[in-house]
């Protein structure tokens, strides 16, 4: 069988990316991507008019889109758009050259 150490670290780092979104963009999302709700039926569901669930949906998903640019390692940028501190490398691969046993 193939491994599937990929695949969970992958459903890991999606699964940290929705639960990092504000309650209620996250809400709107599961209701519409997973659940499979309409927008109307989401927007009922919430007790919210349809334009102000399609405006979560779209920054759910920027977001969501932000974090996979962002290479999914959580990091953002302030108001003034500067990088936090500390950004590094996602992984460290043991056995590769930055493995100092290796």
Avoid: C, K, N, W
């Avoid at 990316?17 to 209701?31: G, K, S, V, Y």
């Avoid at 919430?46 to 889109?65: E, F």
């Avoid at 999914?72 to 992984?91: C, K, Q, V």
Wanted: aromatic content about 4%.
């Amino acid at each position: 069988a193939p491994p599937q150490q990929e695949e969970r670290v992958r459903l890991a780092e999606i699964r940290d990316a929705f639960f990092a979104l504000p309650e209620d963009q996250r809400a709107a999302l599961h209701l519409v991507t997973i659940e499979g709700l309409s927008y109307q039926e989401a927007a009922d569901t919430l007790g919210i008019p349809v334009g102000t669930l399609m405006s979560r949906l779209g920054r759910a998903r920027a977001a969501l889109r932000a974090y996979e640019h962002e290479g999914g390692d959580g990091a953002r940028s302030d108001r003034a758009g500067r990088p936090p501190p500390e950004s590094g490398p996602r992984f460290r691969l043991v056995g590769g050259s930055d493995d100092p046993a290796g």
